[in-house]
Structure formats: C-alpha cells, structure tokens
C-alpha cells in the first residue's frame, strides 16, 4: 500500500474514533451520576435518561470495535510492520512490544466488557446493571488507550 493512502485511511480511522470517543465521553458525563447501577435505577430512568445509556453503551461498543479491528493494524501498517493475515493476538502482542498499549491483556478485558454490555436482557435488570458497571474503568482504560496511540500517531504522520 502506497505511503500516501495509508496515511490517508489512517487519518480516516483517527476522525471516526475520535468521534466515538467525543460522544462517549459526552454520554458518560451525562450519566455517571447513576453508577454503580442497579436494577432499581435503571427501572427508575427517564426515556432521556435510557437514551444517554444507549449511546454510552453504543459509542463504547464502536470505539473499542473499530480501534481493535482497524487501527492496531494500521499503526502497525505506519511502521513498516507487516500485518497482513497475522491472528489479532499477535497484533495485541506486537503493540505492547512497541508499547503502544500497555498489556494485551487489558485490551482482552475490554474487549469482554464489550461483548457483555452488547447482549440485552430486558427481562434481568440487575444482571444488566451488573455488567454496566464494567463501564466505570473501563471507560477510563479505554479512553487512555485511545488518547496515547491517537497522540502518537498523530505526531508520527507529522513527522
């Protein structure tokens, strides 16, 4: 792939998870004031209120989705690494070598917080907060790892 349209996708993938990033950020300071949750509180929310965690647990989903599934990649792409067919754990294993994140495993960790708060059980409102509480580090872990490689790879195609 040419210099020029890798920088390019690059710089695409960068603005779309910045977006996920904003918005999840934005919901998260919206809704924080209700955690941890409980089935109790989540029967008691307003539809706004409903709307808020949606979007949290949306923009959280695609962030973490398009950052694992494009980014690690293309970063890896920017540094000459190549990455094609290479299993996603050896991704992982490669940008904590570079220490581009911190440990594969933290990354493993979010992606189950991922999968958790994707399922909806309508019906269960206690497992549901249980599994939204996941959201109280691991936005915060998350949202490191999306400042750093953002910051870094953005100083990289400057340079």
Same mark, same amino acid.
């Given at each position: 792939?040419?210099?020029?349209?890798?920088?390019?996708?690059?710089?695409?993938?960068?603005?779309?998870?910045?977006?996920?990033?904003?918005?999840?950020?934005?919901?998260?300071?919206?809704?924080?004031?209700?955690?941890?949750?409980?089935?109790?509180?989540?029967?008691?929310?307003?539809?706004?209120?409903?709307?808020?965690?949606?979007?949290?647990?949306?923009?959280?989903?695609?962030?973490?989705?398009?950052?694992?599934?494009?980014?690690?990649?293309?970063?890896?792409?920017?540094?000459? *690494?190549?990455?094609?067919?290479?299993?996603?754990?050896?991704?992982?294993?490669?940008? *904590?070598?570079?220490?581009?994140?911190?440990?594969?495993?933290?990354?493993?960790?979010?992606?189950?917080?991922?999968?958790?708060?994707?399922?909806?059980?309508?019906?269960?409102?206690? *497992?549901?907060?249980?599994?939204?509480?996941?959201?109280?580090?691991?936005?915060?872990?998350?949202?490191?790892?999306?400042?750093?490689?953002?910051?870094?790879?953005?100083?990289?195609?400057?340079?």
């Amino acid at each position: 792939m040419l210099k020029e349209e890798l920088s390019d996708k690059l710089n695409n993938t960068l603005l779309i998870c910045d977006m996920h990033y904003q918005r999840m950020i934005f919901a998260w300071d919206q809704v924080k004031k209700h955690f941890p949750v409980s089935g109790n509180i989540l029967k008691s929310l307003t539809p706004v209120e409903l709307a808020l965690f949606d979007q949290l647990i949306y923009r959280f989903l695609k962030l973490q989705d398009i950052m694992g599934s494009r980014l690690f990649r293309q970063i890896l792409e920017m540094l000459g *690494e190549d990455v094609s067919g290479t299993p996603f754990i050896d991704i992982l294993n490669k940008m *904590e070598k570079l220490v581009l994140i911190e440990k594969a495993e933290v990354w493993i960790n979010l992606r189950e917080t991922r999968n958790a708060i994707s399922h909806e059980y309508p019906f269960d409102l206690d *497992e549901q907060a249980g599994e939204l509480n996941l959201l109280i580090t691991d936005i915060g872990m998350l949202s490191d790892i999306w400042l750093k490689l953002k910051d870094y790879t953005l100083s990289r195609l400057k340079g």
